[in-house]
């Protein structure tokens, strides 16, 4: 009996102590998105979208329900997604609850080689700086992004 309550002990001390935080768990979706942008994959990263997830793009088109936003990445993938690297760093986290949360990303877009977009060309290496705010909501135990909008920071003109 003693060993059985020594071994219930030890189980429950291990899952409390491998158990992630919900800051830890939204890194992680993150992470898996900045990877999954990187390897050129993006029905993986549009899983990380709720069913009824939105998108709202730097350049303000607006994608409602993840099949859409995995379309909206299907057709653009090749212009100009496939051509570019990212980085995400997290800024800040507002959790609202504990099954709601926003978050304040930082992006850097690098090109990898040039490549055309309506109404320039983007030389390699050429670096775009964008802010993203993503409501995270926790369903089923996982933490998914309901909304996000990314914002194109351009520098101040001088004055």
């Not at 009996?1 to 935080?21: E, G, K």
């Not at 998105?33 to 390897?39: G, H, L, R, S």
């Not at 993938?77 to 990303?105: E, G, M, R």
């Not at 909008?149 to 001088?158: G, K, R, Y």
Request: aromatic fraction near 10%; proline fraction near 4%; include cysteine.
């Amino acid at each position: 009996m003693m060993n059985r309550m020594i071994l219930l002990f030890l189980f429950i001390l291990n899952a409390h102590c491998w158990a992630q935080t919900p800051q830890e768990q939204i890194n992680k979706v993150i992470i898996k998105q900045e990877t999954d942008w990187n390897k050129n994959d993006m029905l993986s990263y549009a899983d990380s979208f709720t069913e009824d997830g939105t998108l709202i793009n730097f350049l303000g088109l607006f994608w409602k329900g993840k099949s859409e936003i995995i379309n909206q990445f299907k057709l653009i993938n090749d212009c100009c997604i496939k051509p570019t690297q990212v980085k995400f760093d997290i800024s800040k986290t507002h959790f609202l609850s504990d099954k709601a949360a926003i978050v304040y990303i930082k992006e850097t877009l690098i090109a990898k080689q040039d490549y055309q977009v309506p109404g320039k060309t983007v030389r390699k290496g050429n670096t775009d700086h964008k802010m993203i705010t993503a409501v995270f909501v926790k369903q089923e135990n996982n933490w998914k992004i309901r909304s996000m909008q990314v914002t194109q920071i351009v520098p101040m003109p001088p004055k």
